[in-house]
């Protein structure tokens, strides 16, 4: 599936729920289905900068495709990168870099979220597509 | 005739128009008065009636509008000198804040303090009387040592007698923690202190908004707060010296009215207060905080702190009902504050859904990472109580606490 699609997938998902409670567990809901990254790999180095609760996340190019996995220690921050990486993983590093990420707002998840959260948001987005940033230069330069 | 808060409550929120906001569709459950008290409308007022009346700069004009000012705020300076009972009003510095008040210290000691000279501060510290005294250090050459807290969070004295000695020069402490609500023993603390010729510096921003401070009985050197905890605007703080330790230290910042003489060789200083304000002051801020303490004075201080205790046993003994609920900081002596984490729930989680619900809280680390480093935790959930809130409102943020929980188990 693409990007596109999955996004649109989430706007719909999102779209059932009346209020913001419901759309809090649904989103608290995703973040248990994250996969998590290794514990080994919880350390400073995979921290994502300018969240205030911690959010880890690693890359790994598998067959041209990015996977990502990620944790954190709270869970409103679980299913936010859940989001994210439900629809940015398994994707070849262009159409990462390329995607634009209007869903966020679509979905009504900034609304929902206090400046903070909001600021968090951000970085893991930026986090995730400089990772894909980062494997296309390789695969660029190979 | 002191109002008797319970019976005047109404009028009270009344007098606070910010309470009638809605947050998120909800009304407004204000429980973050320890960063910041809110403002009653007479205060508000002020600051309207003197940009619309006699806005203009202070101690410079001959016109009448820049008399009425420069008396509007040196009766503001009266106002603070009596409530803190100081002996003089040049006692009694206007700053941004007590941040600013710390600094101004904390710089004036630069040239004073020796290498291997000692600094006393605690572990309960707010980030703002930590690191001017590191910069400090650094500077000088000085050393900082810690007193410790034991697990209830208060600190340990013994320790503290133990780390006077004849290299100590400066003693910095907060009256009451702002993450815990734990009133130190600060005049015990003064006294310790002055048997081996330390100065000591407080830090009273905690401290003013819950009881009635007298300087003259703690035989405190410094102590300062900031007027925003105290129904005042921000932006002004509160420096208290003792006239000898003002004199002794330099000015903070140069410029315009802390001067006496002024040739392009050389400057003399102005004398007390005026050395230690440089530039136009906040004026405004500065006279409405002036209106904040005669409003808080209005009500009293000891009124309103059997008040807030009220609120503060109601409140933790609902908290302690809960499953896994953990209060960090217990005394028989504390502020209306708790800190609080339920189990392993991030408190950011729970302060983004008590926001949800209209209940402003403060999350995280509370600018003093040496406590939660010390009780190893991300950081807590501290609400914090204030006159005008009331036990309807504790009960519905203990049914929106329980949602919360519901929703992040």
Same mark, same amino acid.
């Given at each position: 599936m693409k990007i596109k699609?999955?996004?649109e997938e989430l706007i719909d998902e999102f779209a059932m729920f009346d209020d913001w409670i419901q759309r809090y567990e649904y989103m608290i809901d995703l973040g248990k289905s994250l996969p998590l990254i290794d514990e080994k790999f919880k350390t400073d180095e995979y921290l994502v900068n300018g969240c205030q609760s911690k959010v880890?996340?690693?890359a790994e190019l598998v067959d041209k495709q990015i996977v990502f996995k990620a944790d954190s220690d709270a869970i409103i921050s679980k299913g936010i990168i859940a989001i994210l990486i439900r629809v940015f993983s398994h994707h070849e590093p262009?159409?990462?870099i390329e995607a634009n990420t209007d869903f966020i707002d679509k979905i009504g998840l900034k609304d929902h979220l206090s400046p903070n959260r909001a600021n968090g948001l951000s970085s893991m987005i930026k986090q995730l597509k400089l990772?894909?940033?980062a494997y296309q230069t390789k695969i660029n330069n190979e | 005739m002191k109002k008797y808060i319970h019976t005047n409550i109404d009028q009270i929120r009344n007098d606070f128009p910010i309470l009638k906001r809605?947050? @998120?569709g909800q009304n407004l459950i204000y429980f973050d008065n320890a960063a910041t008290s809110q403002t009653p409308q007479i205060v508000i007022d002020s600051i309207t009636d003197y940009y619309s009346k006699y806005?203009? @700069?202070i101690h410079r004009g001959v016109h009448f509008l820049s008399q009425e000012a420069t008396d509007a705020y040196e009766k503001s300076r009266v106002k603070f000198q009596k409530h803190f009972n100081a002996d003089n009003s040049y006692e009694i510095i206007f700053t941004s804040g007590t941040t600013h008040s710390i600094n101004l210290?904390?710089?004036?000691?630069?040239?004073?303090l020796k290498k291997n000279d000692e600094i006393i501060i605690s572990q309960l510290e707010h980030h703002s009387n930590i690191v001017p005294w590191q910069m400090l250090c650094e500077e000088t050459g000085a050393k900082i040592k810690v007193i410790p807290i034991d697990n209830n969070g208060e600190l340990i004295i013994d320790k503290f007698e133990n780390l006077l000695n004849s290299k100590t020069k400066l003693v910095f402490v907060n009256h009451v923690s702002n993450a815990l609500g734990i009133v130190n023993p600060i005049k015990h603390i003064i006294k310790k202190a002055h048997e081996f010729n330390a100065i000591v510096l407080v830090d009273g921003?905690?401290?003013?908004?819950h009881m009635k401070i007298d300087v003259v009985d703690l035989d405190v050197d410094f102590y300062v707060t900031s007027t925003h905890k105290i129904c005042g605007p921000t932006g002004v703080g509160i420096l208290y010296g003792k006239e000898k330790w003002l004199n002794k230290i330099p000015p903070f910042l140069g410029g315009g009215e802390m001067i006496d003489q002024v040739t392009f060789e050389k400057s003399t200083y102005a004398g007390l207060p005026n050395k230690f304000e440089a530039g136009t002051p906040n004026i405004s801020g500065v006279i409405a905080s002036g209106i904040g303490i005669d409003y808080l004075n209005s009500i009293g201080i000891e009124e309103i702190y059997k008040y807030e205790n009220e609120l503060l046993e109601y409140a933790t003994k609902k908290l302690l009902l809960i499953k896994d609920l953990k209060i960090y900081g217990f005394s028989t002596k504390k502020t209306s504050v708790i800190s609080f984490n339920v189990g392993n729930i991030h408190p950011y989680d729970i302060g983004s859904i008590l926001d949800k619900f209209g209940i402003a809280t403060r999350t995280g680390q509370l600018c003093a990472q040496p406590i939660m480093d010390y009780f190893k935790i991300p950081g807590t959930i501290r609400v914090s109580f204030s006159f005008y809130n009331t036990k309807e409102e504790i009960d519905e943020f203990i049914k929106s606490l329980h949602k919360a929980i519901l929703m992040l188990s």
């Amino acid at each position: 599936m693409k990007i596109k699609q999955i996004q649109e997938e989430l706007i719909d998902e999102f779209a059932m729920f009346d209020d913001w409670i419901q759309r809090y567990e649904y989103m608290i809901d995703l973040g248990k289905s994250l996969p998590l990254i290794d514990e080994k790999f919880k350390t400073d180095e995979y921290l994502v900068n300018g969240c205030q609760s911690k959010v880890w996340v690693k890359a790994e190019l598998v067959d041209k495709q990015i996977v990502f996995k990620a944790d954190s220690d709270a869970i409103i921050s679980k299913g936010i990168i859940a989001i994210l990486i439900r629809v940015f993983s398994h994707h070849e590093p262009n159409e990462i870099i390329e995607a634009n990420t209007d869903f966020i707002d679509k979905i009504g998840l900034k609304d929902h979220l206090s400046p903070n959260r909001a600021n968090g948001l951000s970085s893991m987005i930026k986090q995730l597509k400089l990772y894909a940033l980062a494997y296309q230069t390789k695969i660029n330069n190979e | 005739m002191k109002k008797y808060i319970h019976t005047n409550i109404d009028q009270i929120r009344n007098d606070f128009p910010i309470l009638k906001r809605k947050v @998120n569709g909800q009304n407004l459950i204000y429980f973050d008065n320890a960063a910041t008290s809110q403002t009653p409308q007479i205060v508000i007022d002020s600051i309207t009636d003197y940009y619309s009346k006699y806005n203009s @700069n202070i101690h410079r004009g001959v016109h009448f509008l820049s008399q009425e000012a420069t008396d509007a705020y040196e009766k503001s300076r009266v106002k603070f000198q009596k409530h803190f009972n100081a002996d003089n009003s040049y006692e009694i510095i206007f700053t941004s804040g007590t941040t600013h008040s710390i600094n101004l210290v904390a710089n004036g000691f630069k040239k004073i303090l020796k290498k291997n000279d000692e600094i006393i501060i605690s572990q309960l510290e707010h980030h703002s009387n930590i690191v001017p005294w590191q910069m400090l250090c650094e500077e000088t050459g000085a050393k900082i040592k810690v007193i410790p807290i034991d697990n209830n969070g208060e600190l340990i004295i013994d320790k503290f007698e133990n780390l006077l000695n004849s290299k100590t020069k400066l003693v910095f402490v907060n009256h009451v923690s702002n993450a815990l609500g734990i009133v130190n023993p600060i005049k015990h603390i003064i006294k310790k202190a002055h048997e081996f010729n330390a100065i000591v510096l407080v830090d009273g921003a905690q401290a003013t908004p819950h009881m009635k401070i007298d300087v003259v009985d703690l035989d405190v050197d410094f102590y300062v707060t900031s007027t925003h905890k105290i129904c005042g605007p921000t932006g002004v703080g509160i420096l208290y010296g003792k006239e000898k330790w003002l004199n002794k230290i330099p000015p903070f910042l140069g410029g315009g009215e802390m001067i006496d003489q002024v040739t392009f060789e050389k400057s003399t200083y102005a004398g007390l207060p005026n050395k230690f304000e440089a530039g136009t002051p906040n004026i405004s801020g500065v006279i409405a905080s002036g209106i904040g303490i005669d409003y808080l004075n209005s009500i009293g201080i000891e009124e309103i702190y059997k008040y807030e205790n009220e609120l503060l046993e109601y409140a933790t003994k609902k908290l302690l009902l809960i499953k896994d609920l953990k209060i960090y900081g217990f005394s028989t002596k504390k502020t209306s504050v708790i800190s609080f984490n339920v189990g392993n729930i991030h408190p950011y989680d729970i302060g983004s859904i008590l926001d949800k619900f209209g209940i402003a809280t403060r999350t995280g680390q509370l600018c003093a990472q040496p406590i939660m480093d010390y009780f190893k935790i991300p950081g807590t959930i501290r609400v914090s109580f204030s006159f005008y809130n009331t036990k309807e409102e504790i009960d519905e943020f203990i049914k929106s606490l329980h949602k919360a929980i519901l929703m992040l188990s």
